[in-house]
């Protein structure tokens, strides 16, 4: 899990945001958001952020699916070879990336398999 890219569903507008994910304090309120980036102006640094939906929030595997496509937390991957879709997990005994009560499994495993949705978006896939 060398990887530090997240995304989370954004709160307003469409689409999903990349980066790193961060509380925010505005207004005395705590808003999860994704960090995309950072600028300089005359007052420091400005943050390029998009508020999300903290239950969306979810970790880039670093693992790839046969399209090339990365794989996040709650991705569906359909498994063609056996006609089965999966919700990608991580594994806290086994310390790795898994398909719901599977065991975790081997990079090459998930290169063989297609994104098709994500448990936010696409809730009917849900195995």
Not at 40 to 60: C, I, N, P, R
Not at 103 to 111: C, K, R, T, Y
């Amino acid at each position: 899990m060398e990887n530090n890219l997240f995304r989370g569903k954004k709160r307003y507008g469409k689409g999903w945001a990349y980066g790193v994910p961060l509380e925010l304090d505005i207004n005395g309120m705590k808003v999860p958001a994704i960090v995309s980036g950072a600028r300089k102006s005359t007052d420091g640094f400005v943050l390029d952020y998009d508020e999300v939906l903290a239950e969306t929030v979810g970790m880039d595997t670093g693992l790839t699916d046969k399209k090339g496509k990365k794989i996040f937390y709650g991705d569906i991957l359909f498994d063609k070879e056996h006609n089965l879709s999966w919700v990608v997990e991580f594994s806290k005994e086994e310390g790795l990336w898994a398909l719901g009560e599977s065991d975790a499994l081997e990079a090459w495993q998930f290169s063989e398999m297609e994104i098709i949705g994500n448990i936010h978006d696409n809730p009917e896939l849900v195995p």
